[in-house]
């Protein structure tokens, strides 16, 4: 069973976003949360939550893999808009840094690129700028 | 009766035929006895066995085997449930289960509307209403991105998002669209017998949760007051005080708030905590409601009725980001009609098998439940409860 950590990385996306910009625009982003119940015909009932993100693109970041009944199974990225080009605050660094160690996902510059975190933050620890990456 | 501390009361609980003995903390709900330790009470709790007889197929309706909960029900007991395609989660479809024949209903194919993350959703008498957001901008904008397991490409919109009503007919045809006030972040909806609409919302400025009367058209009639002791939420209040972070964290926490619907009015209620519930009537009229619950457990959901108040409880530590077993052997999720004056436990409901999801709506003090049988048909029946 893959961790849930949707939640925690968008929360920390959307900080550093909400340093660099207005509270609305291409920033509003937040996370759904939705309890599921699910069944099979053995006699199988399972009950859980599953988080994905409400923002402009829509595309999720987690991976989901639990299996409840073996129904559900889905992976998602997140695309957004310049999300944020630097990095000041250490706590948030290394929070990045740590949740980059157990997801795959992405930063997009204010000019449409995209680009790994772990690898932006590994270049460039504190101060990320928007690079034309594809 | 003994009187049992209320840590022994957790661990002994114990169910006799016809009668339920448990545990409460004294709170302050009338009728409930303090014990003479002054922080345990005792409920002499009966116990009511639902027979549910073997369901009928809803013709008309493919079943899915993963539900989006709450289960939803119309004023005139018909359970509407929300499946989500286990390749995109934000795809739902809504099913109605008409023992005439169910109807699908497919929000996200509002014509004019792109993009569309459904948020939630209300039965009415006449109509059903979408909660959504979405963008009206149909541009696309490529997007190609490196990630550690290749390339990922694809179209994205990039237009202005915001949230919309959408009225479908009881029949799964769209109405019409109603767009709301960009400067809230709207989380929840629940449609009055009035026709007014009830909007739990986020203000992103002021950073507070905001409870709104709306009318058909979408216009803002006048705030409700959320009862403090649902509000008294640590993220909630780390979202007023900190961050953007926070901020955000603080929004999202109110997409797990839920509606339903409860002898003709609509109940606000926050899962998984001891907070009370927020009964909403014609008007606008706002009731706060302490509710007890079984000890060692806390509010998971609440049954939609016209008759009654049908409570869903999940044992206390239960994780939400894992799968916990949810049939009736496990014990992790009891059922109770509570006493919707005073909200204290008033009859443990029992399934002999299944699970106490399956339990739908409850309509003039009959329960239906649902089950999707191995050839993916939903399979309806129902019981009366006892007077």
Redesign the interface.
């Known amino acids: 069973m893959k961790k849930v950590i949707l939640y925690a990385i968008t929360c920390a996306m959307f900080g550093l976003c909400g340093r660099a910009m207005a509270q609305y625009g291409p920033c509003a982003a937040s996370i759904q949360s939705v309890p599921i119940y699910c069944q099979d015909t053995n006699g199988c009932h399972g009950s859980a939550t599953i988080n994905y993100p409400v923002g402009i693109g829509g595309y999720g970041l987690e991976a989901y893999n639990f299996t409840c009944c073996g129904a559900i199974n889905s992976t998602y990225y997140w695309v957004a808009q310049c999300w944020y080009t630097r990095v000041n605050d250490p706590d948030m660094h290394q929070r990045l840094l740590d949740l980059s160690q157990r997801g795959d996902f992405l930063i997009a510059t204010c000019k449409g690129a995209y680009l790994p975190l772990s690898v932006a933050l590994e270049e460039k620890p504190l101060a990320l700028k928007p690079q034309k990456i594809l | 009766m003994r009187v049992l501390k209320f840590s022994t009361i957790v661990a002994v609980c114990s169910i006799f035929t016809g009668h339920v003995l448990y545990g409460q903390t004294a709170s302050s709900k009338p009728g409930l006895k303090p014990s003479d330790k002054g922080d345990v009470i005792e409920i002499d709790t009966p116990e009511h066995k639902l027979e549910l007889p073997p369901g009928k197929a809803i013709p008309g309706i493919e079943g899915s ?6 289960v939803q029900c119309s004023p005139d007991g018909v359970a509407f449930v929300e499946m ?1 395609l ?5 795809q739902m479809r809504v099913a109605s289960l008409e023992e005439k024949g169910g109807h699908l209903y497919t929000p996200g194919t509002v014509p004019g509307l792109y ?1 569309p ?1 459904l ?1 939630g959703f209300f039965p009415a008498e006449s109509d059903v209403a979408f909660l959504f ?1 979405a ?1 009206r901008d149909a541009k696309e ?1 490529d ?7 290749g ?2 490409t ?1 179209k ?4 202005t ?1 915001q949230n919309y009503i959408a009225l479908f007919d009881r029949k799964g045809v769209f109405k019409s669209l109603i767009d709301l006030p ?1 400067e809230y ?1 709207y989380r929840k909806i629940a449609e009055l017998d009035s026709g007014e609409f009830v909007l739990l919302a986020y203000n ?2 002021n950073r507070v949760a905001s409870l709104q009367l709306v009318n058909a058209s979408g216009e803002f009639l006048r705030p409700l007051s959320i009862p403090g002791g649902m509000l008294d939420d640590p993220k909630l209040n780390q979202g007023e005080l900190g ?7 603080a ?3 109110l ?2 708030w839920q509606f339903a619907s409860a002898r003709h009015r609509v109940i606000l209620y926050k ?1 998984h905590s001891s907070a009370p519930v927020l009964e909403v009537g014609s008007g606008g009229a706002v009731r706060e409601v302490p509710l007890a619950a079984p000890p060692g457990y806390e509010l ?2 609440v049954v939609s009725g016209t008759d009654r108040w049908i409570m869903r409880f ?1 044992r206390s530590g239960l994780s ?8 009736t052997a496990s014990g ?2 009891l059922l109770y009609e509570t006493n919707p004056l005073d909200g204290s436990l008033k009859t443990r409901l029992s399934l002999k ?3 106490v ?2 339990l739908a709506c409850e309509a003039d003090g009959v329960v239906s439940s649902f ?4 050839s993916a048909k939903f399979l309806v029946s129902s019981a009366s409860l006892a007077n």
């Open positions: 085997p993963i539900i989006a909960m709450p989500p286990a390749s995109d989660f934000r993009d993350v948020l957001y963008t904008t997007y190609s991105m490196r990630s550690e397991k390339p990922v694809g994205a919109r990039l237009g998002h960009i972040e992103p400025v961050g953007s972070t926070e901020a955000v964290t929004s999202g926490s997409s797990a899962p998971d959901g999940r939400d980001s894992q799968v916990s077993d949810a049939s992790n999720f098998s299944g699970s999801f399956s089950l999707v049988d191995g």
